[in-house]
């Protein structure tokens, strides 16, 4: 699967290179392009962003930079819009999506994108919470770290299978040594079913 992320802020996403996502990127089933599309601007100063039509607060990521930025990647690709008004993300968007050989995330930022650029390319809006965050970077990386775990070959199935989410429930707790923590004990249930592993 090839993600490609446009972004202000490239920088922000070096922990895609850690843990199981690093993994994945390191074993070929991963690859993720970042695209900064202030690079796009034709403003002598780089600018991105314009004061909105209508009044109010802060500044809107005009259309240009980010659409000329998209018409630059080659393959053709489902284009998500890190946005509050999106759908609420969760484990069976998450599968789905990891079914996808080509993904776009956009990442606004200040009040948003310019509307008609999200109309013109934008497949789905999608949203980690009922919170304001500075931008779409942070959102992206939990939908990105969600997406690699269900590729094909990145966990070993079971674990996938008996993850929290995964029939729809949480995942049950556990316990691993010293059998004694602090006083506490782990259940006799579990003590009378030792895995394969030698205790």
């Known amino acids: ?20 996502t690093g993994r994945a990127i390191k074993n070929n089933l991963l690859e993720i392009s970042l695209i900064n599309y202030r690079d796009y601007s034709k ?7 314009d004061t909105p039509y209508g009044g109010g607060a802060g500044m809107v990521i005009k259309p240009e930079p980010i659409y000329d930025a ?18 609420l993300f969760n484990q069976s968007m998450a599968v789905s999506l990891s079914k996808e050989e080509n993904i776009t995330i956009i990442c606004g930022h200040y009040e948003g994108v310019d509307e008609r650029l999200i109309e013109e390319i934008v497949d789905e809006e999608i949203s980690i919470g009922d919170y304001v965050l500075t931008g779409g970077e942070l959102p992206a990386m939990v939908v990105i770290d969600a997406i690699s775990r269900n590729i094909e070959g990145v966990l070993n199935g079971e674990s996938i299978k008996d993850e929290s989410f995964s029939n ?4 049950y707790p556990q316990y691993t040594r010293p059998e004694v923590f602090n006083g506490r004990k782990v259940p006799d249930i579990l003590l009378s079913r030792k895995s394969s592993r030698n205790w």
């Open 168 to 171: 729809g429930l949480l995942e």
């Open 43 to 49: 403003d002598r100063l780089k600018h991105v962003d």
């Open 1 to 20: 699967m090839k993600i490609n992320i446009l972004t202000l802020f490239p920088e922000m996403f070096e922990p895609l290179k850690s843990s199981i």
């Open 70 to 87: 998209f018409k630059d990647i080659k393959e053709k690709s489902k284009v998500i819009y890190m946005s509050p008004k999106g759908k």
